[in-house]
C-alpha cells in the first residue's frame, strides 16, 4: 500500500508539475484537492502530498485561510533565479570550454539544430525554446556533475516556465537577440575560449533580465 500511495502521488505530481510549467497551469491559478481528485479519478491524499512537494519546488503556493494556488512570479524571485544562474552557470561554461575532452562533435550537433529551429517554426515555436533549453543542459552534462546537473534541471524547471510565460510574439526583437547569444555561447565552446564562453552566456543572462524587468 506505501509504494501504490507513492506511485499515485508521483502520477499527480508530474501531471500537475508539467502543466504549471508549460503555463496550462498559470500563477495564480487555484489548486483545490476536491477538484484535482475528481479530474484525475485519484484520491485526496497522493493530491495533497503531491502539492507539499510542488510547493517545495516553488511551483505552489499556500496561502493560509485560502488554500494552495500556483505560485506567482515577483521581480525579486526571478531576480534571484537570474543571479544564481550567473553564477553557476558563468563558471560551469568557462570550466567546459577549457575541457580538453569536450565533445565538439556532439556541440556541433547541437549548433546546428539550434541554427534550424530558426526556420522550423520560427522563433515562436517549442523547437526554438527546446533547442536553446539544449545548449544549456549540454553545458552541464559536458561538466559531468551529477549533482550539479540535478541542481540545474530544478532551475531549469523554473526557467522554462518564465520563458514560456513572459515570451510574447510581438518582442521579435528580444527573439532575435536571444537567437545570435545563443550561437555565441555555442561558438565560443566550440573555438574552447573559455574567456569568451563566459563573457557569451552572462551577457545572455544579463539580457535576458533586462527584457523581463520590460515586461513584467
Known sequence: MPNSTKSKKMIVYENLKRRIITNALKPGDPLN???????????????????????????????????????????????????????????????????????????????????????????NGKN??????????????????RKLIREYQGLQEQIIRITLYFFTPNRQDRAAKSFKEHLEIIDALIARDPRRAETAIRTHLRNSLEYLKTVI
Open 33 to 123: 484537492e476536491g477538484i484535482l481528485s475528481k479530474e484525475l479519478k485519484i484520491s485526496k491524499t497522493p493530491v495533497r502530498e503531491a502539492l507539499q512537494q510542488l510547493e517545495k519546488k516553488g511551483l505552489v503556493e499556500n496561502i493560509p485561510g485560502k488554500g494552495a494556488f500556483v505560485s506567482r512570479f515577483s521581480f525579486q524571485d526571478i531576480r534571484e533565479l537570474f543571479e544564481i544562474r550567473e553564477i553557476l552557470e558563468c563558471e560551469v561554461t568557462k570550466r567546459v570550454a577549457a575541457k580538453e575532452d569536450l565533445n565538439l562533435e556532439e556541440a556541433r550537433a547541437i549548433r546546428d539544430k539550434f541554427a534550424a529551429s530558426n526556420t522550423n517554426g520560427g522563433r
Open 128 to 145: 526554438y525554446f527546446s533547442a536553446g533549453d539544449q545548449i544549456h543542459s549540454f553545458i552541464f552534462a559536458a561538466y559531468g556533475n
